[in-house]
Protein backbone atom coordinates (compact mmCIF):
# COMPACT_ATOMS: atom_id res chain seq x y z
CA UNK A 1 0.00 0.00 0.00
CA UNK A 2 1.32 3.30 -0.86
CA UNK A 3 2.08 5.86 1.76
CA UNK A 4 2.97 9.26 1.29
CA UNK A 5 5.31 11.55 3.99
CA UNK A 6 5.58 15.02 4.18
CA UNK A 7 8.10 17.57 6.05
CA UNK A 8 8.04 19.37 7.59
CA UNK A 9 4.59 19.12 8.59
CA UNK A 10 4.98 23.34 9.14
CA UNK A 11 7.07 25.60 8.10
CA UNK A 12 7.25 29.63 8.81
CA UNK A 13 9.87 31.76 7.11
CA UNK A 14 10.49 35.09 6.78
CA UNK A 15 9.26 36.92 3.45
CA UNK A 16 12.26 36.37 0.63
CA UNK A 17 13.55 33.28 1.72
CA UNK A 18 14.02 29.81 -0.77
CA UNK A 19 12.24 27.08 0.74
CA UNK A 20 12.14 23.57 -0.13
CA UNK A 21 9.50 21.10 0.77
CA UNK A 22 9.80 17.63 0.75
CA UNK A 23 7.84 14.51 -0.08
CA UNK A 24 8.56 10.92 0.05
CA UNK A 25 6.75 8.10 -0.57
CA UNK A 26 7.33 3.58 -0.19
CA UNK A 27 6.18 2.39 -3.63
CA UNK A 28 8.70 4.16 -6.17
CA UNK A 29 6.39 2.32 -9.23
CA UNK A 30 4.85 5.46 -10.01
CA UNK A 31 2.95 7.13 -12.74
CA UNK A 32 3.35 10.51 -12.03
CA UNK A 33 3.30 12.70 -8.88
CA UNK A 34 1.59 15.97 -8.27
CA UNK A 35 2.26 18.99 -6.17
CA UNK A 36 -1.24 21.19 -4.78
CA UNK A 37 -1.84 24.84 -3.07
CA UNK A 38 -4.72 24.39 -0.28
CA UNK A 39 -6.08 27.23 1.06
CA UNK A 40 -7.33 27.37 4.70
CA UNK A 41 -10.70 25.53 4.57
CA UNK A 42 -10.82 25.91 0.64
CA UNK A 43 -10.53 23.54 -2.74
CA UNK A 44 -7.18 22.10 -4.11
CA UNK A 45 -5.26 24.00 -6.90
CA UNK A 46 -3.06 22.26 -8.74
CA UNK A 47 1.15 23.63 -9.04
CA UNK A 48 3.07 20.67 -11.16
CA UNK A 49 2.82 17.90 -12.19
CA UNK A 50 5.72 15.71 -13.11
CA UNK A 51 6.14 12.54 -14.85
CA UNK A 52 7.34 9.52 -13.59
CA UNK A 53 10.12 9.60 -16.73
CA UNK A 54 10.90 13.40 -15.63
CA UNK A 55 13.43 15.05 -13.14
CA UNK A 56 11.85 18.33 -12.62
CA UNK A 57 9.10 20.50 -13.94
CA UNK A 58 9.17 24.19 -13.27
CA UNK A 59 6.36 26.89 -13.20
CA UNK A 60 7.67 30.84 -12.38
CA UNK A 61 8.70 30.51 -8.71
CA UNK A 62 7.96 26.98 -8.47
CA UNK A 63 10.58 23.80 -9.22
CA UNK A 64 9.19 20.23 -8.35
CA UNK A 65 11.82 17.27 -8.63
CA UNK A 66 11.30 13.90 -8.38
CA UNK A 67 13.68 10.88 -7.62
CA UNK A 68 11.12 8.49 -8.51
CA UNK A 69 14.08 5.93 -7.33
CA UNK A 70 14.35 6.97 -4.04
CA UNK A 71 11.20 7.47 -3.34
CA UNK A 72 10.98 11.64 -2.86
CA UNK A 73 10.02 14.63 -4.83
CA UNK A 74 10.66 18.43 -3.56
CA UNK A 75 9.22 21.49 -3.70
CA UNK A 76 11.26 24.78 -4.07
CA UNK A 77 9.82 27.98 -3.64
CA UNK A 78 11.89 30.57 -4.70
CA UNK A 79 11.45 34.22 -2.81
CA UNK A 80 8.88 33.57 -0.86
CA UNK A 81 5.96 35.98 -0.51
CA UNK A 82 3.60 36.24 1.98
CA UNK A 83 1.04 35.27 -0.68
CA UNK A 84 2.71 32.18 -0.50
CA UNK A 85 0.88 30.77 2.99
CA UNK A 86 -0.97 27.73 2.29
CA UNK A 87 -0.56 24.43 2.53
CA UNK A 88 0.84 22.23 -0.11
CA UNK A 89 -0.18 18.63 -0.67
CA UNK A 90 1.94 16.26 -2.55
CA UNK A 91 0.26 13.10 -4.55
CA UNK A 92 1.15 10.47 -6.59
CA UNK A 93 -0.84 8.01 -8.67
CA UNK A 94 0.26 4.39 -8.52
CA UNK A 95 -1.02 0.99 -8.84
CA UNK A 96 -3.30 0.26 -11.78
CA UNK A 97 -6.55 1.79 -10.18
CA UNK A 98 -4.62 5.57 -11.14
CA UNK A 99 -5.69 6.62 -7.63
CA UNK A 100 -4.17 9.68 -6.34
CA UNK A 101 -2.83 8.71 -2.71
CA UNK A 102 -2.20 12.14 -0.79
CA UNK A 103 0.59 13.21 1.84
CA UNK A 104 -0.02 14.68 4.96
CA UNK A 105 0.88 18.21 3.95
CA UNK A 106 3.03 20.92 4.99
CA UNK A 107 1.25 24.34 6.14
CA UNK A 108 3.45 27.15 4.83
CA UNK A 109 3.73 30.80 6.69
CA UNK A 110 5.18 33.37 4.76
CA UNK A 111 6.19 36.32 7.23
CA UNK A 112 6.07 40.16 6.27
CA UNK B 1 -7.63 23.33 -16.67
CA UNK B 2 -10.78 21.91 -15.87
CA UNK B 3 -13.47 24.81 -14.53
CA UNK B 4 -15.67 22.62 -11.29
CA UNK B 5 -18.93 24.12 -9.36
CA UNK B 6 -19.89 22.76 -6.19
CA UNK B 7 -22.93 23.28 -3.99
CA UNK B 8 -23.31 23.89 -1.51
CA UNK B 9 -20.16 25.72 -0.23
CA UNK B 10 -20.82 25.01 3.44
CA UNK B 11 -23.97 23.36 5.66
CA UNK B 12 -24.91 22.90 9.27
CA UNK B 13 -26.44 19.81 9.26
CA UNK B 14 -28.44 17.69 12.15
CA UNK B 15 -27.46 14.36 12.98
CA UNK B 16 -29.69 11.28 11.53
CA UNK B 17 -30.27 14.06 8.57
CA UNK B 18 -29.22 13.62 4.71
CA UNK B 19 -27.21 15.95 2.73
CA UNK B 20 -26.44 16.18 -1.17
CA UNK B 21 -23.54 17.68 -2.64
CA UNK B 22 -23.46 18.62 -6.58
CA UNK B 23 -20.36 18.60 -8.23
CA UNK B 24 -20.70 20.16 -12.08
CA UNK B 25 -17.60 20.81 -14.20
CA UNK B 26 -17.21 23.28 -17.60
CA UNK B 27 -16.60 20.19 -19.91
CA UNK B 28 -16.88 16.44 -20.40
CA UNK B 29 -14.37 14.56 -18.29
CA UNK B 30 -13.20 10.84 -17.86
CA UNK B 31 -13.05 10.74 -14.43
CA UNK B 32 -14.61 12.09 -11.81
CA UNK B 33 -14.01 11.06 -8.11
CA UNK B 34 -15.15 12.52 -4.36
CA UNK B 35 -13.23 12.67 -1.78
CA UNK B 36 -13.30 13.65 2.18
CA UNK B 37 -10.86 16.25 4.10
CA UNK B 38 -11.45 15.26 7.82
CA UNK B 39 -10.22 18.72 10.18
CA UNK B 40 -6.16 18.39 10.15
CA UNK B 41 -6.22 15.76 7.82
CA UNK B 42 -4.90 15.10 4.55
CA UNK B 43 -7.79 13.94 1.67
CA UNK B 44 -9.03 10.33 1.62
CA UNK B 45 -10.71 9.09 -1.46
CA UNK B 46 -14.23 7.58 -1.19
CA UNK B 47 -15.21 6.91 -4.59
CA UNK B 48 -15.11 6.84 -8.16
CA UNK B 49 -18.41 8.28 -9.60
CA UNK B 50 -18.78 5.78 -13.00
CA UNK B 51 -21.24 7.39 -15.62
CA UNK B 52 -24.41 5.19 -16.12
CA UNK B 53 -23.22 2.89 -13.12
CA UNK B 54 -22.54 2.08 -9.56
CA UNK B 55 -19.76 3.80 -8.41
CA UNK B 56 -16.26 2.41 -7.07
CA UNK B 57 -15.78 2.56 -3.46
CA UNK B 58 -12.55 2.22 -1.46
CA UNK B 59 -11.76 0.31 1.74
CA UNK B 60 -14.01 1.96 4.59
CA UNK B 61 -16.51 3.76 2.24
CA UNK B 62 -19.76 2.06 1.80
CA UNK B 63 -22.49 2.84 -0.57
CA UNK B 64 -25.46 3.10 1.63
CA UNK B 65 -23.42 5.74 3.52
CA UNK B 66 -22.34 7.54 0.55
CA UNK B 67 -24.88 7.06 -2.24
CA UNK B 68 -22.64 8.61 -5.48
CA UNK B 69 -24.72 8.96 -8.82
CA UNK B 70 -22.96 10.34 -12.14
CA UNK B 71 -25.81 10.32 -14.91
CA UNK B 72 -23.90 12.33 -17.25
CA UNK B 73 -19.82 13.14 -18.26
CA UNK B 74 -20.21 17.18 -16.25
CA UNK B 75 -22.37 16.24 -13.19
CA UNK B 76 -22.53 14.14 -10.13
CA UNK B 77 -23.67 14.07 -6.97
CA UNK B 78 -22.89 12.47 -3.37
CA UNK B 79 -25.10 12.15 -0.28
CA UNK B 80 -23.52 11.87 2.79
CA UNK B 81 -26.52 9.36 4.66
CA UNK B 82 -27.52 9.49 8.12
CA UNK B 83 -25.12 11.89 9.59
CA UNK B 84 -22.98 11.66 12.73
CA UNK B 85 -20.82 14.39 13.82
CA UNK B 86 -17.96 11.78 12.88
CA UNK B 87 -19.32 12.92 8.78
CA UNK B 88 -17.82 17.08 9.34
CA UNK B 89 -15.51 16.89 6.84
CA UNK B 90 -15.10 19.03 3.53
CA UNK B 91 -15.48 16.89 0.75
CA UNK B 92 -14.36 17.22 -2.66
CA UNK B 93 -14.94 16.56 -6.43
CA UNK B 94 -12.15 15.82 -8.09
CA UNK B 95 -11.96 15.31 -12.24
CA UNK B 96 -9.73 13.63 -14.78
CA UNK B 97 -9.84 14.45 -18.45
CA UNK B 98 -9.12 11.67 -21.06
CA UNK B 99 -5.54 11.66 -22.16
CA UNK B 100 -4.62 13.88 -19.24
CA UNK B 101 -2.26 12.80 -16.26
CA UNK B 102 -3.73 16.10 -14.03
CA UNK B 103 -6.50 15.86 -11.36
CA UNK B 104 -8.52 19.35 -10.65
CA UNK B 105 -10.70 19.92 -7.51
CA UNK B 106 -13.51 21.86 -6.92
CA UNK B 107 -14.23 24.46 -3.65
CA UNK B 108 -15.21 22.08 -1.28
CA UNK B 109 -18.45 21.48 0.41
CA UNK B 110 -17.81 22.33 4.35
CA UNK B 111 -20.05 20.22 6.22
CA UNK B 112 -20.75 20.20 10.11
CA UNK B 113 -22.91 17.41 11.50
CA UNK B 114 -24.43 18.59 15.41
Known amino acids: KQEVTQIPAALSVPEGENLVLNCSFTDSAIYNLQWFRQDHGKGLTSLLL?????REQTSGRLNASLDKSSGRSTLYIAASQPGDSATYLC???????????FGTGTRLQVML | SAVISQKPSRDICQRGTSLTIQCQVDSQVTMMFWYRQQPGQSLTLIAT?????????ESGFVIDKFPISRPNLTFSTLTVSNMSPEDSSIYLC???????????FGPGTRLTVT
Open chain 2, 49 to 57: ANQGSEATY
Open chain 1, 50 to 54: IQSSQ
Open chain 2, 94 to 104: SVRRTGEDEQY
Open chain 1, 91 to 101: AVVSGTASKLT
